[in-house]
Nanobody, 130 residues
């Protein structure tokens, strides 16, 4: 049984910040946890990914410098820090995970490939107004 629960989405003004949380419940060690977003009328976009075991991260160039992914393994939670938010950041933000019974290795990829993530949360809405 694998469950992911996002929280922290809100409505903020341009330039503001938010920290999103994703609590991952799984009997197996996650090989990767990623954050994605989908704006109305647009395709899903990868934001960041992290291998929780050692904290190794990867980002697309489009968000590097404004967004940051981290984890607190004691809480089984992955965070996404959103800074300098812009109206175009308005979207539903999802977390997802890659889990393998093998465990013990980083399953994140560069670039981040959404098709490799088996389990997804329901999302949390971020709305940025100007």
């Amino acid at each position: 049984q694998v469950q992911l629960e996002e929280s922290g989405g809100d409505s903020v003004q341009a330039g503001g910040s938010l920290r999103l949380s994703c609590k991952v419940s799984s009997k197996y060690e996650p090989g990767c946890v990623g954050w994605f977003r989908q704006a109305a009328g647009k395709e899903r976009e990868a934001i960041a990914a992290i291998y929780p075991t050692d904290g190794n991260t990867t980002y697309p160039d489009s968000v590097k410098g404004r967004f940051s992914i981290s984890r607190d393994n004691s809480k089984s939670t992955v965070y996404l820090q959103l800074n300098s938010l812009k109206p175009e950041d308005t979207a539903m933000y999802y977390c997802a995970t890659i889990i393998s019974v093998r465990g013990g290795r980083n399953l994140c990829s560069e670039p981040i490939q959404s098709s490799t993530y088996q389990y997804w949360g329901r999302g949390t809405q971020v709305t940025v107004s100007s």
